[in-house]
């Protein structure tokens, strides 16, 4: 293990990128050293995103020191880069919050800080934003720099490609970098490569190259066409040379690189020759995510966010009992698998998630039946449509929030054509410290009124392998499952799986005085909230709804036939979602003497925390929804006992 660095002191004086200007190169480089040890001491003990950020400390204290920030923009993709941005910029001494409840957000957020010029939770989306603002700074007629600094995962996402294409033809000096820590430099071209980088990033060889194109424009020696015509010969001659070719030049976008990102000297005075350039350019760099710290160089996935760690010797802290419930996400993985073995039809999908959506265990057991399409979730959905029209049964896996990214995917390409797709939302509800960018919110509401979808959502680990089951083999439709990050309730989780009735709940207790409607896991908390108020003397119905579409009508006919209270509980927005379901049918069926309550998100975006932190927040932990059923019983409980039954 590399001892680590104790001596801050260059750090310390750093409140802002303008305390940067005045250091001489040595200075520069001993701060790189500084923010790797402060960097690797922080997240040892608050875990975070890890290897991005080792990844691109030269790159951040190269920007800062040749921009002018926040009034030049730098825009991150994604914001797992920008913890040496975060620490550079004033917030220091506040990194210690980092991802906690009321503390620092783990991506960059406009409203945290004017430095973050936009907010990077999802991928993909840096070039777009970056080419709004140049051109809005032209139009404007300010002198202001904007730079995207995109990673090379967010370069698979489609929303990159429409950008690039389209900023060749508007007038921007944008400069994007795409901050490569995956594909290899060819040393076989080295030579070349360096010449041409030095050579094409030289202010005098760009005023030439300015002033002759200006010429020949004055004289009407050369048209734009003609312009285009002499950048892609340009470029066909770098590629001779160099028997290099890549994409970005095909955008008659000017390319330099790929040039090594941890070389801080050299990447300042090339940021400084293509500062001022007119039009827009790509600067291609090779990082290594996990630089600096051993165990996250040699495992960069492992290494993304590995929790608690020991910064000496790179052990990480694993909380986990072997006798705890399983994750969820590991219960779909293997269940998963066990169709797979049962049914050659069974393939598994997933946008570059597969370590968190555990699609791991697909691909180790049926390694051509898996398939990891990148950060693409528009695609992964009308790949899996296309793998369901030819007879597979595609599981397609996507984080609640991401899936957003691929709304109309799911409704022109799957819900049409009512193609037998199973789209199981991993991180469904509020799901802890990366945020409002990731909370699985809005998939109850969004996904309701499209047609021809069946949605559910499994009280456990059990009702999670029996709607696997129902969506392939008692469902020919699209189907969407989704389920909590986190662990189950269940540490005896497997189980025969059986194929249940669409559309049909279950009802887990009787009662009188309150009906209780739930659905997905969040029943679990329903049920313990019930105990402790049922010790005080009501009777409370609870039902078990599984099915958003079709809803149960049975049961909420029973419901409005028996019951004035209402109690709705759902772990996502209530505009739109469960409880404005059971409503509309209230409505829709004259049932208007109901007195129904909606336990849910409300409307707004909910922060970032521990999930036991948000639950709390938002009433939807046990304490909060005792005190929802009080509120509609008309009676008081106070909060001392309330704790005292919850943690007997």
């Not at 999670?464 to 662990?487: C, D, K, S, W």
Request: hydrophobic share 40%; net charge neutral.
């Amino acid at each position: 293990m590399d001892e680590q660095n104790n001596n801050i002191s260059v750090l310390q004086t750093i409140n802002s990128p303008s305390d940067l200007k005045n250091l001489s190169i040595e200075e520069l480089e001993s701060l790189c050293t500084e923010l790797r040890s402060f960097l690797i001491d922080q997240l040892s003990k608050n875990p975070g995103h890890f290897g991005s950020s080792l990844g691109t400390v030269e790159l951040t204290v190269a920007l800062h020191y040749i921009y002018n920030t926040p009034y030049d923009r730098i825009v991150w993709d994604v914001g797992h880069q920008a913890y040496s941005h975060k620490i550079l910029t004033g917030r220091r001494d506040l990194f210690h919050t980092n991802r906690k409840f009321g503390g620092l957000s783990g991506f960059p957020n406009p409203k945290e800080s004017e430095y973050d010029a936009f907010i990077a939770g999802h991928a993909s989306n840096s070039i777009s934003a970056a080419l709004g603002m140049a051109v809005a700074s032209s139009l404007k007629h300010e002198k202001r720099h904007v730079v995207a600094v995109i990673g090379d995962g967010s370069m698979t996402g489609g929303l990159a490609y429409e950008a690039l294409n389209n900023a060749s033809s508007q007038p921007n000096d944008i400069l994007i970098i795409l901050n490569d820590n995956d594909m290899a430099i060819d040393d076989n071209v080295g030579g070349m490569r360096d010449y041409l980088v030095k050579m094409t990033t030289s202010p005098t060889y760009n005023r030439v190259r300015n002033d002759v194109y200006q010429k020949f424009k004055k004289g009407n020696l050369i048209t734009e066409q003609g312009k285009n015509l002499i950048l892609r010969f340009n470029n066909s001659l770098k590629s001779l040379l160099t028997k290099q070719q890549n994409m970005f030049e095909g955008f008659n976008i000017r390319y330099f690189g790929p040039i090594d990102g941890h070389d801080l000297p050299n990447l300042i005075r090339i940021l400084q020759n293509i500062k001022d350039m007119k039009g827009p350019k790509i600067l291609h760099i090779h990082t290594i995510k996990g630089k600096g710290f051993k165990p996250a160089e040699v495992s960069a996935t492992v290494w993304h966010a590995p929790g608690k760690f020991d910064k000496e010797t790179g052990e990480r802290i694993v909380t986990k009992s072997k006798d705890q419930p399983q994750l969820f996400q590991d219960v779909f993985g293997h269940t998963l698998v066990e169709l797979a073995k049962k049914d050659k039809r069974v393939v598994g999908i997933t946008p570059a998630m597969p370590t968190g959506s555990s699609m791991t265990y697909m691909m180790k057991e049926f390694p051509d039946r898996a398939f990891d399409v990148g950060i693409a979730e528009a695609h992964a959905v009308t790949y899996s449509a296309g793998l369901a029209k030819e007879g597979l049964l595609p599981f397609c896996n996507i984080y609640s929030s991401f899936m957003q990214r691929a709304y109309d995917q799911v409704i022109h390409d799957v819900a049409l054509q009512k193609l037998h797709v199973i789209m199981c939302l991993d991180r469904a509800g509020l799901v802890g410290e990366d945020g409002p960018t990731h909370h699985g919110a809005f998939d109850l509401a969004y996904m309701r009124c499209v047609p021809n979808l069946t949605i559910a959502a499994p009280f456990d680990e059990h009702y999670l392998r029996h709607l696997m089951y129902t969506a392939a083999y008692g469902n020919e439709g699209p189907f969407v499952i989704r389920y909590p990050r986190g662990q189950g309730v269940l540490k005896d989780w497997e189980c025969e799986m059986q194929k249940l009735e669409i559309g049909k709940g279950r009802k887990l207790k009787d009662g009188k005085d309150l009906a209780v409607l739930s659905i997905g896991a969040i029943g679990n908390t329903a049920r313990e909230a019930i105990h402790i108020v049922e010790d005080e003397g009501y009777s409370i119905a609870h039902y078990d709804m599984i099915f958003l579409k079709p809803l149960d009508t049975a049961i909420l006919k029973e419901v409005a036939e028996n019951f004035t209270h209402v109690l709705t509980i759902e772990n996502g927005v209530i505009n739109g979602g469960f409880g404005s379901a059971v409503l509309e049918y209230f409505a829709d069926n004259n049932y208007l003497n109901i007195n129904v309550v909606r336990a849910g998100i409300q409307d707004k975006f909910v922060t970032h925390g521990s999930v036991a932190d948000l639950k709390k927040l938002c009433e939807l932990d046990i304490q909060g929804l005792v005190k929802r059923m009080q509120s509609i019983l008309h009676k008081q409980i106070s909060p001392n006992n309330i704790e005292e039954k919850i943690y007997k």
